[in-house]
């Protein structure tokens, strides 16, 4: 079981890994990709806003069942969805085609997580670990996860960039990458088919709560008010974030300063690198100060920070306001996601994950379309940098003042103790 446990934990992150890296591999040249292809800039906004919107649907689905039918099959069929929208992206012009893949395949604009990857893996991690080594361990996993997209943000850029360099149209070049996105898919199609039973609800526990809690909805059962208050923050703090995507914020970068694909995945790869290790220290803060004050107090200045790049008077002032806003940024991530984990039941992980990430998508899938207006006017090109900023910090309000007296095991039980002793357990 030991053996077992470690093992799944090392192909977790590995999956990780290799799934990040090809939504930052992806997300440097969609946008381009698509504009090559002929989409008008309003165009490119409605498929990336119904990207997000089928990969709502398909996650909603997958993870309200997968402690039921099975984790690692639930993350198999969101693998093999992967690789079909790649493929049907490379390979037509048509734009109600591309609607489809958007719809039903699992395609990431943003560079972050999409589909039904996280919730599921999460679930399976919060089971693998002690409650207290939780913050901890998806701190890791997020760190890993930015290094990841960083890398593929670089390798796209420098890829795209060479491709052209040699003679390759730019479609061309942009097509191999997303041909590409779609081979990586393969690989973590194999690394999925490597994880043990240990990552299943165990029999013995599911059998037992079947007996004594009630009908589950849409797989909760006594978590259903903090999951459903919980996802509805979630899902405002996605609506600003989707507002300035990695690929539309490329997109404006290229604009507004006429920067080269090279250029922007080595911004890109700063950015990201600087959010992996935002993450990791958010479990030495959390410690100190708790999970939600750690997801507020470090949002906030960071939000100001966005607010303040389209008003930066050169390309150097822009990119280094969003370095620094990313070097704090993304503290709230690992906190976030243990949070849920800890103040909802084992056999209600999987299903709380899943709605509150379809909840971020959901938020997330609107506001891509009126980024892609904005960017279409010069004069309004500005504007989502000052949305996304705002609302964000009236999500941090909220979840501040409606979350901070409901603690997870380990601050209500370990952190008392060790005030009082000096010491653990």
């Keep these: 079981m030991l053996r077992a446990t470690v093992l799944d ?6 999956t990780r890994i290799v799934r990040l890296f090809a939504y930052g591999f992806l997300s440097v040249v969609l946008a381009l990709y698509l504009a090559q292809v002929g989409l008008r800039e309003g165009q490119i906004g409605l498929l990336l806003t119904l990207t997000l919107l089928g990969d709502t649907i398909i996650s909603l ?5 997968a402690d039921r039918l099975g984790r690692r099959r639930m993350l198999l069929v969101g693998a093999v969805l992967m690789v079909f929208a790649s493929i049907l992206f490379a390979y037509t012009r048509n734009f109600y085609l591309l609607l489809l893949a958007a719809a039903i395949g699992v395609i990431s604009p943003s560079g972050n997580e999409v589909g039904p990857f ?13 409650d207290e080594q939780r913050t901890r361990v998806f701190a890791w996993y997020n760190l890993v996860g930015s290094f990841a997209t960083a890398l593929g943000a670089l390798m796209a850029g420098l890829l795209a960039q060479g491709f052209q360099g040699a003679g390759m ?7 191999i990458i997303v041909l590409a996105y779609g081979g990586i898919g393969l690989i973590l199609l194999g690394l999925f088919l490597r994880l043990t039973p240990v990552i299943e609800v165990p029999v013995k526990r599911a059998l037992e709560d079947a007996a004594e809690k009630p009908v589950l909805r849409l797989g909760l059962h006594k978590s259903r008010q903090v999951v459903f208050k919980l996802a509805a923050l979630f899902s405002l703090d996605a609506f600003a ?18 920067v080269e694909p090279a250029v922007l995945g080595a911004i890109f790869f700063g950015a990201n690198l600087l959010a992996g290790i935002s993450a990791l220290s958010a479990a030495w803060v959390a410690r100190r100060i708790g999970l939600i004050n750690t997801m507020v107090f470090t949002h906030l200045p960071s939000n100001v920070l966005l607010m303040l790049v389209p008003l930066m008077p050169s390309l150097a002032a822009a990119v280094a306001l969003l370095l620094l806003r990313f070097s704090i940024s993304q503290m709230d991530v690992p906190t976030r996601q243990s949070y849920t984990m800890a103040v909802v039941a084992p056999d209600e992980r999987s299903a709380a994950s899943g709605i509150t990430g379809v909840a971020r998508t959901i938020g997330a899938s609107l506001s891509p379309i009126f980024t892609g207006l904005f960017l279409s006017n010069p004069v309004l090109a500005g504007l989502p940098f000052f949305l996304a900023g705002g609302l964000k910090i009236v999500y941090d309000l909220a979840l501040f003042f409606n979350f901070r007296a409901i603690k997870p095991p380990e601050e209500a039980n370990i952190l008392p103790v060790q005030k009082d002793t000096g010491g653990g357990r």
Excluded at 9 to 14: A, E, G, R
């Design 61 to 65: 689905w997958i993870t309200t069942n």
């Design 241 to 258: 974030g989707g507002l300035i995507v990695q690929s539309l914020m490329a997109f404006w970068f290229n604009q507004e300063f006429g």
């Design 9 to 14: 934990v090392q192909i977790l992150f590995s």
């Design 118 to 130: 996280l919730s599921i893996e999460q679930a399976s991690l919060a089971q693998l670990v002690l």
């Design 169 to 175: 149209s730019a479609l061309a070049s942009y097509r």
